[in-house]
């Protein structure tokens, strides 16, 4: 596709459950990142990959996030056991190259725990 | 004191206004400064990237940043209604070996009025 493509676009959970995000990168990005955006704030880094290799995780706030890109390509943001706290949106970002290049941003995804 | 300060508004200007979006920081090692335009339930657009103290314009926007002052702005000449946006500045910094992370302000939301 033409852009960053993030699936599912709502995800509503029931506190407790674990969930999986996905993420398709612009063909051909080397880099991907994850960021968690609270209502009303601006997004927050959580993890960066390069091809497949995790270059930087310090943005994951807890052991319960987990995220893996095992070929290089479509990424995976699993949170396990959620929290209520957890409810953000989940936004997927790529850039063609290195880590400083601009950042073309998916249209995220919504989680709700209840 | 968060290292990226940017008051969330609202701002609501008539169509045609001139508009003054601003950011400053706190954290000297940041190298790159971008704007992106947040639409409702959409992923962050970038509209401009800019790496040195100075100006850089890009048809109606202007971008501003002063790295004495730690102050960045956004300009929005003639602006329109499909302006109505909450916009985000970002800021970069090396993290570590080839790994940079963007730390965004809060967002400023804007309404043009026709």
């Known amino acids: 596709g033409a852009g960053v493509s993030q699936s599912p676009r709502y995800k509503v959970a029931k506190r407790g459950q674990d969930v999986a995000l996905r993420c398709d990168p612009i063909?051909?990005?080397?880099?991907l990142f994850w960021y968690q955006q609270a209502l009303g704030q601006g997004p927050e880094f959580l993890t960066y990959?390069?091809?497949?290799?995790?270059?930087?995780k310090s943005g994951l706030p807890s052991d319960r996030f987990f995220a893996e890109r095992p070929e290089g390509s479509v990424s995976t943001l699993k949170i396990q056991r959620t929290q209520q706290e957890d409810s953000a949106v989940y936004l997927c970002?790529?850039?063609?190259?290195?880590?400083?290049?601009?950042?073309?941003f998916g249209d995220g995804t919504r989680l709700s725990i209840l | 004191q968060k290292e990226v300060e940017q008051d969330p508004g609202p701002l609501s200007v008539p169509e045609g206004a001139i508009v003054s979006l601003n950011c400053t920081y706190s954290n000297s090692a940041f190298q790159y400064f971008m704007w992106y335009r947040q639409y409702s339930r959409k992923g962050p657009e970038l509209l401009m990237y800019t790496y040195s103290s100075g100006n850089k314009e890009d048809g109606r926007f202007t971008a501003q940043v002063d790295k004495s002052s730690k102050y960045i702005s956004l300009f929005i000449r003639d602006s329109q209604p499909s302006d109505s946006a909450t916009y985000l500045c970002a800021m970069m910094n090396q993290a570590g070996a080839g790994s940079y992370q963007l730390t965004f302000g809060k967002g400023t939301k804007l309404s043009v009025i026709p």
């Open positions: 990959f390069q091809n497949e290799a995790q270059l930087d």
């Open positions: 970002a790529s850039t063609q190259g290195a880590s400083n290049q601009p950042q073309h």
């Open positions: 063909s051909g990005h080397v880099s």
